[in-house]
């Protein structure tokens, strides 16, 4: 794998700090020197607000008990291996998950999905448990929700019957599976995916499935394939799915997108449920990016159900700024005690040429409208002769 040539920067956004001071600039936290370090994850404990833990590729952990003033690296092992695609969730009790892919001695290159566990705050980490083994299938792009009510482990991704295959035989699906033990068993997987799509990880791969857990234990998925967004979901626990997939949006320039200065660009979609009290409890989000404005102006999008994902709001265009330049690598969060949602992306606006900024978005509205702010101190040139990873993801609770 080729690596990001910058050093992991997290900025924990004090949400409060933001209320009373409008679009203050807020400082960045440098997490870690080394320059290899790509799509970071992190997530906040929701009963400790100072205790968050965050992790990068390949195989970097980091936990912060102050908020995210500081951060510590801490070493962590796995015997079925560590290959990347770092994914932190967190339940009810404040047990961390890292969720990663597979890279076993003996066996094959990311064969399963594999989940840790930490009971401390991320200082230390189980052996870990999986789920998705199947002979030589690659296992990939794989994310977690946890019921708030039942604590159940929810986990999506790809299967590749040959990863890198043009073959027609050999296709992509999104699998599903669970824990009801914290992460001690996994249920079989199922295919929630009734698409195919192909192996080349590119826009005609059925990937990018995020799910997401609604107020009555609904839950909620999206992906994307084929230049179209596309919506499942179970009321039983993932017993059982929609008997068809349900489409959202089409994906104009799919979801790899050129970006220039960009070895790959990422426009997955994100799915969200707001759990809060608020006006719009129960509303399902999906976030992405898209070219349908042309190839030099990509735009971060957000499509809303009232329904429970039957049917879908027109997208809404969530960067403010005039058209004409680059906004991509989204991702969204809704904070689950006042129900705003937040997204973060790479931001071109401010420059005739490559060099990137990163923006932060709040809607308070259910995502009617969205107020932008620059949280980068300064920008980057990034350079298409490195990985930048997938994703930049990003957390919110109560303010924080």
């Not at 499509?303 to 004409?324: C, F, H, L, M, Q």
């Not at 900024?357 to 932008?372: C, Q, R």
């Amino acid at each position: 794998m080729k690596h990001s040539i910058y050093p992991l920067l997290l900025g924990v956004l004090a949400i409060g700090a933001y209320l009373n001071k409008g679009l203050a600039q807020h400082p960045n936290v440098l997490v870690g020197a080394d320059f290899s370090p790509n799509e970071p994850a992190i997530c906040i404990n929701p009963n400790n607000t100072q205790e968050l833990v965050a992790a990068a590729n390949l195989n970097n952990l980091y936990y912060s008990h102050d908020g995210g003033a500081s951060w510590t690296r801490t070493p962590v092992t796995c015997p079925w291996g560590i290959w990347g695609d770092p994914v932190i969730g967190v339940d009810t009790s404040g047990a961390f998950y890292y969720l990663h892919l597979s890279n076993p001695p003996s066996g094959n290159w990311i064969d399963r999905i594999i989940a840790q566990k930490s009971t401390d705050g991320g200082v230390s980490w189980s052996g870990g448990s999986y789920t998705g083994l199947n002979g030589a299938k690659a296992q990939d792009k794989h994310w977690i929700a946890v019921d708030r009510q039942t604590n159940a482990i929810y986990v999506t991704w790809t299967q590749f019957d040959n990863y890198g295959s043009a073959s027609p035989a050999d296709s992509s699906l999104i699998l599903f599976s669970k824990s009801m033990d914290a992460g001690e068993s996994w249920s079989n997987p199922i295919r929630i995916s009734q698409q195919a799509g192909n192996c080349l990880d590119d826009d005609d791969t059925a990937e990018g499935a995020v799910p997401c857990v609604g107020p009555n234990g609904e839950i909620y998925v999206a992906w994307a394939n084929q230049d179209k967004l596309w919506f499942d979901r179970s009321l039983d626990g993932g017993e059982t799915w929609l008997d068809e997939d349900t489409f959202i949006a089409e994906q104009a320039g799919g979801w790899n997108h050129y970006i220039p200065g960009i070895y790959r660009a990422n426009g997955l979609p994100v799915t969200a449920c707001d759990l809060s009290n608020g006006p719009y409890h129960g509303a399902v989000y999906v976030n992405w990016a898209d070219q349908r404005n042309g190839q030099s102006d990509t735009d971060i999008w957000l499509a809303k159900s009232t329904d429970g994902g039957i049917t879908w709001s027109e997208a809404r265009r969530v960067n403010d700024d005039a058209p004409g330049k680059q906004q991509f690598f989204t991702w969204m969060a809704v904070d689950q005690v006042t129900g705003w949602l937040w997204f973060v992306f790479y931001d071109r606006r401010n420059y005739p040429d490559n060099r990137t900024d990163v923006y932060m978005a709040v809607s308070a509205d259910g995502g009617e409208t969205f107020t932008n702010f620059q949280v980068s101190e300064s920008p980057f040139l990034p350079s298409e002769n490195y990985f930048f990873g997938d994703y930049t993801n990003i957390t919110a609770h109560d303010n924080v």
